[in-house]
């Protein structure tokens, strides 16, 4: 394995008395992208959140490149692009306006933010919206997705960690992004996507971590993981199917 990207050593969450993440220990190479799956309620978005600086862990310890996200978060910060789960964005602005202050925000020259602004605006189809000053408000929820994605992009991070990025994007827009997502990680990037897609991970992924219950139940590459089977067969065998009991709904369509 070359240069680790990400190292999140024994992250725990827990909500009440109720174990979100479990010791979440991952390591996630440079120039890699690695799956993030599990069930719904797994621990994925705590334990994005708690690598990323947004939620703080119990136990446990994130490293971007090294360096410590809760200890330095202002180094890892300027290393990181992040997706967050329901991102909340200022509304009242144009897409181009978020971007502005956002770059601003992050210390940017302003002519850097203008170019790589209007460059993303377009890449992802966000440029007629703007054209036309539709407000973040207005967005439907893919553009809200894509615009968040601009924002996690931006400042050209080492590291990027997207939380269901293509969920609502249309399908040109989603072509888009694992092209730009390919070229990141082939300039020595790391990326970690949450996604409940087994057919996009497979396609779009070389590391694949499932995860369950708050644990990491098994991490590898892509290959490693599914040993020859199909990654949705792997989870499922892994998490565990719920019998469907006799009569279930069964005064569905009745
Ligand atoms: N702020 C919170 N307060 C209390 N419990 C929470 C909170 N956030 C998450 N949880 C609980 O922690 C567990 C893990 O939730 P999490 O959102 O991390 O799962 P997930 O794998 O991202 O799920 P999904 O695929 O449905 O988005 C769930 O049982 C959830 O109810």
Known sequence: ?????????????????????????????????????????????????????????????AYVHGVDVWAEPVRAKAMLGVLPDGLALPERLTGGELLHYWGLLRGMPPAAVRDR??????????????????????????????????????????????????????????????????????????????SHVMGLVEELCDRVAIIAGGRVLVDGTLDEVRAGARLEDVFVELVGERAAAEGELAWLGS
Not at 45 to 53: D, E, I
Request: charged residues 20%; aromatic residues 4%; proline residues 4%.
């Open 1 to 61: 394995m070359g240069s680790v990207a990400f190292h999140l050593d024994g992250l725990t969450k827990d909500f009440s008395g109720r174990l979100a993440a479990d010791a979440v220990t991952l390591r996630v190479p440079a120039g890699s992208l690695t799956g993030l799956v599990g069930p719904n309620g797994a621990g994925k978005t705590t334990s994005l959140a708690m690598a990323v600086g947004l939620l703080r862990p119990d136990f446990g310890t």
């Open 117 to 194: 602004a209007r460059e993303l605006l377009s890449v992802l189809e966000l440029d007629e919206a703007e054209e036309r000053g539709v407000l973040v408000v207005e967005y439907s929820t893919g553009m809200r997705k894509k615009i968040g994605l601009a924002t996690a992009l931006l400042h050209n991070p080492k590291a990027l960690v997207l939380d269901e990025p293509f969920e609502a994007v249309d399908p040109v827009s989603a072509r888009v992004l694992r092209r730009i997502l390919r070229r990141f990680v082939a300039a020595g990037g790391a990326v970690v996507i949450s």
